[in-house]
């Protein structure tokens, strides 16, 4: 029941922080006085679509990078909650050994997947950061000829 309520409440804590910021509406550039309706709105939205970032081009690397936050941030929050739990069942152990075991490698296996995973993503990025300046550098190369 304890595990029930708690995991509730992570759960619940992980909504509320994850729950999207309130977007502040974009300045009206264009007069609109005159125009109902739809050519009303279609006014008041020109504009908009730039500044929200949807009208522009996005560069492949940009989607690819948020990408890789978004996973890392979900193993930090899985990482989180199997330290808690591991946590949980060593303080609750009461002298059991076989569950004091069972926490302590949760615990390992948790830090040993956090590690495995922060080394990958350290080796990719200096990959990637080294074949995007080479690509660079070539493509820059082959407009001055």
């Known amino acids: 029941?304890?595990?029930?309520?708690?995991?509730?409440?992570?759960?619940?804590?992980?909504?509320?922080?994850?729950?999207?910021l309130?977007?502040?509406?974009?300045?009206?550039?264009?007069?609109?006085?005159?125009?109902?309706?739809l050519e009303?709105?279609?006014?008041?939205?020109?504009?908009?679509?730039?500044?929200?970032?949807?009208?522009?081009e996005i560069d492949p690397v940009?989607?690819?990078?948020?990408?890789?936050?978004?996973?890392?941030?979900?193993?930090?929050v899985i990482f989180?909650?199997?330290?808690?739990y591991a946590g949980y069942l060593w303080m609750t152990a009461r002298g059991d050994d076989q569950q004091v075991t069972k926490a302590k490698d949760i615990l390992k296996a948790a830090v040993i997947g956090v590690a495995i995973t922060l080394s990958a993503y350290a080796?990719?990025?200096?990959?990637?950061s080294r074949l995007v300046q080479t690509s660079e550098v070539e493509f820059r190369k082959g407009e001055i000829k």
């Open 22 to 37: 309130p977007a502040s509406a974009a300045e009206e550039k264009v007069e609109c006085e005159g125009k109902v309706g």
């Open 40 to 56: 009303l709105a279609k006014c008041r939205l020109e504009g908009v679509e730039t500044e929200a970032g949807f009208g522009a």
């Open 62 to 76: 940009v989607i690819v990078g948020n990408a890789i936050n978004v996973f890392l941030s979900i193993l930090g």
């Open 80 to 84: 989180l909650v199997l330290t808690v």
């Open 1 to 20: 029941m304890r595990l029930a309520i708690s995991l509730l409440f992570l759960v619940s804590l992980f909504g509320f922080l994850s729950a999207p």
């Open 123 to 128: 080796i990719s990025s200096f990959v990637i």
